[in-house]
């Protein structure tokens, strides 16, 4: 498996990821992550999209309590 590791290559994945006007929840997108052959762990996934991605390459949604993300 590839190591999940820089930044820029962290937000050239986990946009790679989502299809036109997708919502993905965090477990989707950690699922999908690791089809490609990263090892990614959902929580740190999600820490790291709320700290580095939310409002700037993401937006979210909260869709009956869970978050879902899309692609700006």
Do not use: C, P, T, W
């Amino acid at each position: 498996m590839k190591k999940f590791s820089n930044a820029s290559n962290k937000i050239n994945v986990i946009l790679s990821v989502f299809n036109d006007d997708e919502r993905l929840d965090g477990h989707e997108i950690s699922r999908r992550i690791r089809e490609k052959g990263y090892d990614v762990d959902e929580g740190n996934l999600k820490m790291f999209i709320y700290y580095h991605m939310q409002y700037q390459y993401l937006e979210k949604e909260k869709i009956n309590g869970v978050n879902k993300y899309f692609a700006i």
